[in-house]
T-cell receptor, first 114, second 112 residues
Framework: DAGITQSPRHKVTETGTPVTLRCHQTENHRYMYWYRQDPGHGLRLIHYSYGVKDTDKGEVSDGYSVSRSKTEDFLLTLESATSSQTSVYFC?????????????FGSGTQLSVL | KQEVTQIPAALSVPEGENLVLNCSFTDSAIYNLQWFRQDPGKGLTSLLLIQSSQREQTSGRLNASLDKSSGRSTLYIAASQPGDSATYLCAAKNNAGNMLTFGGGTRLMVKP
């Protein structure tokens, strides 16, 4: 399995509080992604990174920010959590070419915003 | 905007049957297409990746094909086993940008 870990695995928080999810990789891959998965909506891209300090928005980026200060770490922050952000969050990584372009996913973070 | 559709949403077959899962996409300008497997409560596992210049990829009992002109990809599973029970998702990456667009998945159950 690709070396990718997410923390925490589960999180319960209250509306209006900030939350940070962490993704750590040991594969030295260039690209890192944050997705959310919801029933009826499937997997949707929140933000992605194509290098240290290089990030871009996905299709559902409102209310989320990201940072990548090191190749191995990609942080997702909910500045002020809302109930609509209750979801399962997945981090993924991929390389730049050929078979390395396969996406490898972490185990997910179940986030509940009460 | 790319749209990816997987039909049927759920499929139940007896063990040993050969089966085909379908994936259709609206924009034929794809860079590659990937198939994934997801078990309940788990992350996605990459199965096969087909580049736009390829017609198919094989791994063990799995074979994925790509027909850009018709906007279709299929995942063929030979001699299905109960352990193949999972949700299978396809995702298309377009030539422009780094985003993958995922289909809604097909939930497969293989009965012993």
């Amino acid at each position: 399995d690709a070396g990718i870990t997410q923390s925490p695995r589960h999180k319960v928080t209250e509306t209006g509080t900030p939350v940070t999810l962490r993704c750590h990789q040991t594969e030295n891959h260039r690209y890192m992604y944050w997705y959310r998965q919801d029933p009826g909506h499937g997997l949707r891209l929140i933000h992605y990174s194509y290098g240290v300090k290089d990030t871009d928005k996905g299709e559902v980026s409102d209310g989320y920010s990201v940072s990548r200060s090191k190749t191995e770490d990609f942080l997702l922050t909910l500045e002020s959590a809302t109930s609509s952000q209750t979801s399962v969050y997945f981090c993924a990584i991929s390389g730049s070419s050929g078979d390395n372009e396969k996406l490898f996913f972490g185990s997910g973070t179940q986030l509940s915003v009460l | 905007k790319q749209e990816v559709t997987q039909i049927p949403a759920a499929l139940s077959v007896p063990e040993g049957e050969n089966l085909v899962l379908n994936c259709s996409f609206t924009d034929s300008a794809i860079y590659n297409l990937q198939w994934f497997r997801q078990d309940p409560g788990k992350g996605l596992t990459s199965l096969l990746l087909i580049q736009s210049s390829q017609r198919e990829q094989t791994s063990g009992r799995l074979n994925a094909s790509l027909d850009k002109s018709s906007g279709r990809s299929t995942l063929y599973i030979a001699a299905s086993q109960p352990g193949d029970s999972a949700t299978y998702l396809c995702a298309a990456k377009n030539n422009a940008g780094n985003m993958l667009t995922f289909g809604g998945g097909t939930r497969l159950m293989v009965k012993p």
